[in-house]
Each structure stands twice: as structure tokens, then as C-alpha cells.
């Protein structure tokens, strides 16, 4: 975990075989429009970040919990150009430029000598996230050298990750963004550990209340391999071996084609969701009579930080898996209101006055709600983080390709299939449309379906035998795509599944 970012020389490494004449043609046009756009100058380097798509626990890195996700295919890449900081300049200049300048309109801005840069969290400008890359990198060399003066940057940007699917193409910007900009200020050997934290803190500044899980993952991940992430005591990420069997794992990616920009709908879905985790730790502590000690998430009090303290207050002896079975009895005693909690109910609960509480968790990022449904959103996280304990249990076990469990792919599908009924009916982060993807796979062949990323719409993972991925796709062709949109074309239903591998995190 404290490597560094790895340095390549070809893109071989990245992509699979059959993709390479595509990517070589992509990398290819990256560098002629680089040397279009800054007169006839070859970037000096290519920084890589990828997206991924979560196998299993979602909605629960926020709180601390452990998540299986791993990294994709799509990736943002940003070439770059640099000049490094001269004494008597007063500070910085970011020329940035994005490969569809069409939809991507060009900008230039000026950093201040120690590396600030304003940004505007009220507008939803894509140069924002560069901008969050930019700041957190900035704040990294100033804490290592307080002398520290920003080079300037000539960029351009080319993404593969669809905005708004749920496979996280603002957090594999922002920690390009990041890695672009230490690269271009003299690290010459990046820290995966710091990329990810900083990179964590950064998106925050974009508007959205940001667990983890997306940025370790688009850093950490190792080429074959799921990645186990964990928040608690500290952040700490390994590889998880998905065993040999026949036929393969395989786990394919449909887009709902609902777009879901989680930084739009934030105040009344994925900040809310925040704030409502946070709350229901606080208000499970005030019952319990102790305070919650303050810890990485979001809000500096989370289930899994309510959890450790219940744990060490009581002095019982119990497995990570009774723990959070307790956690979910405490739920139902603590938090019996089926319809939600006011803020005023909340407030007198904690003993505050209703104006200090909403002032508090509308501090960073706003919220908009009537009611909160604490018991719902906590009963959520900790099902959730059992299902996680089962699914890397099961991975584990696999010790012996060659005497593969039978019933091990219906079990790891059983258990993504739970997430999606709770993501729908508990934590109300599903829509129509993923429903009927998910179902729609199952009836074709799939052990286990499941929306992923912040949900709301974006995209699906389905984990379908290597035999039946023909049949799921032409399932969802016939009775999802082609029902929505009759006239969808083909390029269209290419980019609406892809199969995918787990394939390598953030390099340059």
C-alpha cells in the first residue's frame, strides 16, 4: 500500500490484448491533438487514472466500512506539458483542455505561488475537478516543503468513463488531476497511500461528500484481482484472488442510460444519505450514553466509529460478524420510527437546539429533507457490511482451483442480489430502470445482480458465467435497450455492456 504509482513505458500493461489496436489508436491522437493545441510541443508524460465499478458494499465507505470494488477498463488520461516555477513569477498558469473541446469548453487559470485555487463548488464546471486534483496536491507539497511555488501545466484531458454511471469518472479525474500535478512539481516517485488521501479530501471540495472507496480504488487496484479496502483504524487496501474456475467469473457492466450525477442530485441523495449515517451514529450514542470520538468520515462520526466504541465501552468479546449483528439489534430498539425523524426530533434527542443541529451538518454541503429515516439508512450499512464479510469470506476459502466449490458462484450472487433488494426497498438508492436490469440478467443467467456506484441511475454488475454472458446480453438488448429506445444504434448497445476484468490502478 505505501508504493508507489508505477511508471510505464508502454500501454500493453493496461488494457487486454484484444483492446490494444483501439487504445494504441486513442493514445495515439491524445499526443497529436496535445501537439495541436500547445504548438508542436510532445507532452512530457501521461498521467492514468481508471474507473471501477464496486463488486459488493455500497453506500457503506462513508461509514467506514470495508468494500470489495475493483478497477475497469475506462480511464481518464490527462497529458501534460510543464514549466517549472521560476523565482520571480507571482505564482501559476494552468492551460486546460479537454479532447471534445465541443463539449468540453477550453480554460485558463491562474494559482496563486503557495498552489491555492479558488473553486466554486455552486457550479458544475468540469474544471472543477481538475481544480480539486490541483488544491489537494498543492496542500500535499506545502505540508512537505513550505517553500513549495506550483509549476505551470499545459494539459489535455481524454476520458473513457461515461459521467454520470456510477463508475466514478469524477474521482479517476481528480486523482489523475492530483498525480498530474506532482509528477509536473518534482515527485518523481508518488505515493499510492498519499494520492488516495489527499485525493479523498479533494473531491470533497466539488461539492460531495466523498467516503473513499472510489479514489482507493482507482489507485490500489492490481490487474486480476478484486480490491479489499478497509477505513478502520486506518485506510488500508489488499488484493483478493478471484479463484480459476470453468467456466470463468465473469462480470459484465449495463448502463441504465439513466445518467445520475451524484455532484447534481447530491442534496437530496447522496449527501443526504451521508448525513442521515451520521446522524443515526449520534443518535444510537446519545442512547447509549457515550460520545462518539470523532474519526476520517465525512462528518467525524460514523456507524462503524459507533460501533468500535459500543465494543470498547461494554467490553464484550465478539467476531466482526456478532458485532454487527448486535449493531442491527441496537437498531431496531434505538430507532423504531418507521417513517423518519424530523430535524426537530433529532435535535431534541441530542440535546440541541433544531438551528445548531441543521447549521451543523449543512457546515460543508447542503441537504434538502422533511424527515430522516435513520433506522432505515443504518440497518442498510450494517446488513451490508455483513454481506461484504460473507463475500470476501467466500473468495478466501477458495484455496483449491482445482476442486472448485460448486455452489460458490449462487452464493457470492445470492449475497449481490441482497444488496440490490436492500439498495431498493432500505436505502431507496436504486430506480426502475436498474431493477429491471438487474432482473431482466437474472432470467437470463445471472447468479447476482446489483446496481453500482452512488445508484439513483448510472450502472449495473451482474456476475454471469462466461457461458451465459451471450444470453444475458441479447436478454437485455431485446426487452431493456430496445424497449426504451427503439431506434437505439448499434454503437450505442456497444457502449451500453461491456465485460469486464479487473485491471490495473493509477500509473504514468
Not at 488520461?77 to 521560476?86: E, F, M, T
Not at 518523481?188 to 472510489?214: C, F, P, Q, T
Not at 457515550?290 to 468500535?308: M, N
Not at 441479447?474 to 450505442?492: H, L, N, Q, T
Request: contains cysteine.
Amino acid at each position: 500500500m505505501d508504493e508507489s504509482v508505477p511508471v510505464a513505458s508502454s500501454i500493453d500493461s493496461l488494457y487486454a490484448p484484444e483492446a490494444l489496436e483501439v487504445q494504441q489508436q486513442r493514445w495515439t491522437r491524445l499526443v497529436d491533438v496535445f501537439k495541436e493545441s500547445y504548438g508542436n510541443k510532445s507532452p512530457s508524460f501521461v498521467a492514468r487514472s481508471p474507473g471501477r465499478v464496486n463488486i459488493i458494499g455500497e453506500h457503506i465507505d462513508y461509514s467506514l466500512y470495508e468494500v470489495l470494488p475493483m478497477a475497469i477498463a475506462t480511464d481518464v488520461l490527462i497529458a501534460v506539458s510543464y514549466l517549472p516555477h521560476d523565482a520571480s513569477d507571482q505564482g501559476a498558469k494552468i492551460s486546460l483542455a479537454n479532447i471534445d473541446p465541443k463539449k468540453f469548453k477550453p480554460a485558463d487559470f491562474a494559482v496563486s505561488k503557495d498552489g491555492n485555487v479558488e473553486i466554486d463548488a455552486s457550479t458544475h464546471e468540469w474544471t472543477n475537478y481538475f481544480k480539486a486534483g490541483l488544491r489537494g496536491a498543492s496542500g500535499l507539497l506545502r505540508r512537505k516543503n513550505p517553500d513549495f511555488s506550483p509549476s505551470s501545466m499545459q494539459i489535455l484531458v481524454d476520458g473513457t468513463v461515461p459521467a454520470g454511471g456510477g463508475l466514478s469518472s469524477s474521482a479517476a479525474f481528480v486523482c489523475a488531476s492530483a498525480l498530474a500535478v506532482l509528477r509536473s512539481n518534482k515527485v518523481e516517485h508518488v505515493s499510492k497511500r498519499e494520492l488516495v488521501e489527499l485525493a479523498i479530501v479533494s473531491e470533497r471540495s466539488v461539492g460531495v461528500n466523498s467516503g473513499g472507496m472510489d479514489q482507493a480504488a482507482s489507485v490500489f487496484s492490481i490487474k486480476g484481482d478484486a480490491l479489499s479496502v478497509s477505513f478502520s483504524p486506518q485506510l488500508h487496501a489488499e488484493a483478493i484472488a478471484f479463484p480459476k474456475l470453468e467456466p470463468p467469473i465473469t462480470f459484465m457492466i449495463a448502463q441504465s442510460f439513466v445518467a445520475s450525477d451524484k455532484h447534481v442530485t447530491a442534496p437530496e441523495c447522496y449527501n443526504l444519505r451521508v448525513v442521515e449515517c451520521s446522524l443515526a451514529a449520534d443518535v444510537m450514542a446519545a442512547a447509549l450514553k457515550f460520545k462518539l470520538p470523532d474519526d476520517a468520515s465525512p462528518l467525524s462520526h460514523s456507524l462503524r466509529g459507533l460501533q468500535t466504541a459500543y465494543f470498547s465501552s461494554t467490553g464484550e468479546d465478539a467476531t466482526p460478524k456478532e458485532q454487527l449483528q448486535k449493531m442491527l439489534a441496537l437498531v431496531q430498539e434505538i430507532l423504531p420510527k418507521s417513517q423518519g425523524y424530523t430535524l426537530e426530533d433529532i435535535a431534541s434527542l441530542l440535546s440541541l437546539p433544531a438551528s445548531t443541529l441543521w447549521e451543523n451538518i449543512t457546515a460543508e454541503f447542503p441537504i434538502r429533507a422533511s424527515r430522516f429515516l435513520l433506522a432505515q439508512r443504518a440497518t442498510h450499512v450494517f446488513s451490508e457490511a455483513l454481506r461484504v464479510l460473507e463475500f470476501k469470506s467466500l473468495l478466501q476459502q477458495q484455496q483449491q482451483p482445482s476442486e472448485p466449490n460448486s455452489d460458490l458462484l449462487p452464493r457470492l450472487g445470492a449475497l449481490m442480489n441482497s444488496t440490490q433488494s436492500s439498495c431498493r426497498d432500505v436505502y431507496d438508492c436504486s430506480c426502475p430502470e436498474l431493477d429491471r436490469l438487474c432482473a431482466i440478467a437474472r432470467e437470463a443467467g445471472a447468479y447476482g445482480s446489483r446496481l453500482t456506484g452512488a445508484g439513483w441511475g448510472g450502472c449495473s454488475v451482474h456476475l454471469v458465467p462466461k457461458d451465459q454472458v451471450d444470453a444475458v446480453r441479447a436478454a437485455w438488448v431485446e426487452r431493456y435497450y430496445r424497449v426504451r429506445d427503439p431506434g437505439i444504434s448499434e454503437e450505442k448497445l456497444k457502449e451500453a455492456v461491456v465485460i469486464s476484468e479487473p485491471g490495473p490502478g493509477s500509473m504514468m
